[in-house]
């Protein structure tokens, strides 16, 4: 009888198999079932961040029109960035900040620490790219939003995310895009709004699907809303192939990937790669 052992000398060739080959056949064995509303859920991420873009950039097309003066975008940026911090710490009633150890005059300190730098040296970003052409400082600013959105931490374990990399990518957008506003003022006021929105809302988004997503679910609606009325006053066919791009990736996409787990067909068997479960550690040292 044969066996499946390379240290037998047996009267049949390397490559035999018996009928006994085909039973240990397993399929799909680490294939995940997904279901729709949690992968609608999951694609609120996705949509914000893309939110997220939109009113950055509508808010720097109103500003740089003369439609929304600096003061007042600062005074809303303030009054919101108030409400989300007490928010932040009222969701989980203070447990993260007291893990965290970080205290509120340490947070106070930081905002004063980074305002202060952003105000001086908003002379300096605004004259920072004026040898660079119009054109070029648009696609620029085009293809680093692109690149923040592609790496930003949706939640998945994967190697192109990198946090670090989707905040400058972001960050260095709303410098070009700041330094083709009329004032310095004008710079300061856009490079603090993009790190608020960039940084601080992406934290407090984190929170509320993490404690509590009903909320979270709420206020990505709010957002999404919120996004299409402001690109709809500068465009309404823009805010329609928006409308359609968001429909598209929290209704129809994860429509697909349902449909296309059903195609799943991975086989598993004796023919896998040996895995080595055995812990080794003893023969290093």
């Not at 005074?75 to 007291?98: E, I, K, M, P, Q």
Request: charged content about 15%; overall charge positive.
């Amino acid at each position: 009888r044969w066996q499946k052992v390379l240290y037998e000398r047996q009267p049949f060739p390397d490559n035999y198999v018996d009928q006994r080959f085909l039973e240990e056949l397993r399929k799909n064995v680490h294939a995940r079932r997904y279901q729709y509303r949690a992968v609608v859920f999951q694609s609120g991420a996705v949509v914000q961040q893309l939110c997220s873009v939109c009113v950055f950039v509508v808010t720097w097309w109103y500003m740089d029109a003369g439609m929304l003066s600096p003061q007042g975008l600062f005074g809303a940026a303030l009054v919101s960035s108030l409400l989300g911090y007490v928010l932040f710490d009222a969701v989980d009633g203070g447990a993260g900040r007291r893990e965290s150890g970080r205290t509120r005059w340490a947070d106070l300190k930081s905002t004063l620490v980074f305002t202060a730098f952003t105000y001086g040296f908003s002379p300096v970003l605004k004259t920072l790219t004026e040898s660079i052409s119009t054109d070029t400082i648009y696609a620029m600013s085009a293809l680093m939003l692109l690149g923040h959105l592609i790496f930003f931490d949706y939640g998945a374990n994967a190697a192109i995310v990198s946090s670090t990399l989707s905040l400058n990518m972001a960050i260095f957008a709303s410098v070009c895009l700041a330094s083709r506003l009329p004032r310095s003022l004008h710079a300061f006021v856009m490079v603090t709004f993009a790190m608020q929105i960039f940084a601080l809302w992406p934290m407090l988004q984190k929170k509320l699907k993490a404690q509590t997503p009903q909320c979270y679910v709420g206020v990505t609606v709010l957002f999404a809303v919120a996004a299409l009325a402001g690109l709809a006053t500068v465009s309404s066919v823009g805010a329609v192939l928006f409308a359609s791009l968001l429909l598209a990736i929290s209704c129809l996409c994860p429509y697909c990937l349902i449909r296309l787990q059903l195609l799943k067909d991975n086989i598993h068997g004796p023919w896998d790669e040996a895995e080595i479960k055995e812990d080794l550690s003893r023969f290093l040292m």
